[in-house]
T-cell receptor, first 111, second 114 residues
């Protein structure tokens, strides 16, 4: 099983749609979870951290299910500017900084 | 405040040549990371430093790769000799030591080895 697994997509959705991405991870010792966003030919940027209680930042909601080792990202009312690749990121466990990046899910929002 | 600075932004070289990539982390950040990104393998952690000390270099692919951090504001990643399979985008990232999982990436160096 891959350490962090994501559906590569692409997800093609119209503006205003709600879209959800899922991610699974294999290391039960992982303690920190994140979603990063990467625009085409740009660097990854932190979108949000993911907490067990779930967290929301505007149109974005992230959820963590430790029992199933599963992370999700929900984007509501999607905008053209949301088009990017979304990377699921998990700490390897043991020490901060040692991150494992999924290969990403590509989202394309169309007018 | 300036973000992470990397140079060069693009590098084209021939197989067998030495390549040196440079990184200046965000001022005050104590952790520095080198990553490589390819279509096949995604983003992979090569090595990271805390307070200029290498902590984990298990991601460095082979002896042809080496990294140094002589001071808190500068790091290099060197490939000698370079091979076509080293072609990738190399990112440097930095973070505060207290929250090393929250990393800020530089714009990357796109390396092509012919």
């Amino acid at each position: 099983r891959k350490e962090v697994e994501q559906d590569p997509g692409p997800f093609n959705v119209p503006e205003g749609a709600t879209v959800a991405f899922n991610c699974t991870y294999s290391n039960s010792a992982s303690q920190s979870f994140f979603w990063y966003r990467q625009d085409c030919r740009k660097e990854p940027k932190l979108l949000m951290s993911v907490y067990s209680s779930g967290n929301e930042d505007g149109r974005f909601t992230a959820q963590l299910n430790r029992a199933s080792q599963y992370i999700s990202l929900l984007i509501r009312d999607s905008k053209l500017s949301d088009s990017a690749t979304y990377l699921c990121v998990v700490n390897r466990g043991g020490s901060q900084g040692n991150l494992i990046f999924g290969k990403g899910t590509k989202l394309s929002v169309k007018p | 405040d300036a973000g992470v600075i990397q140079s060069p932004r693009h590098e084209v070289t021939e197989m067998g040549q030495e390549v040196t990539l440079r990184c200046k982390p965000i001022s005050g950040h104590n952790s520095l990371f080198w990553y490589r990104q390819t279509m096949m393998r995604g983003l992979e952690l090569l090595i990271y430093f805390n307070n200029n000390v290498p902590i984990d270099d298990s991601g460095m692919p082979e002896d042809r790769f080496s990294a140094k951090m002589p001071n808190a504001s500068f790091s290099t990643l060197k490939i000698q000799p370079s091979e076509p399979r080293d072609s990738a985008v190399y990112f440097c990232a930095s973070s505060p030591l207290i929250s090393a999982d929250t990393q800020y990436f530089g714009p990357g160096t796109r390396l092509t080895v012919l």
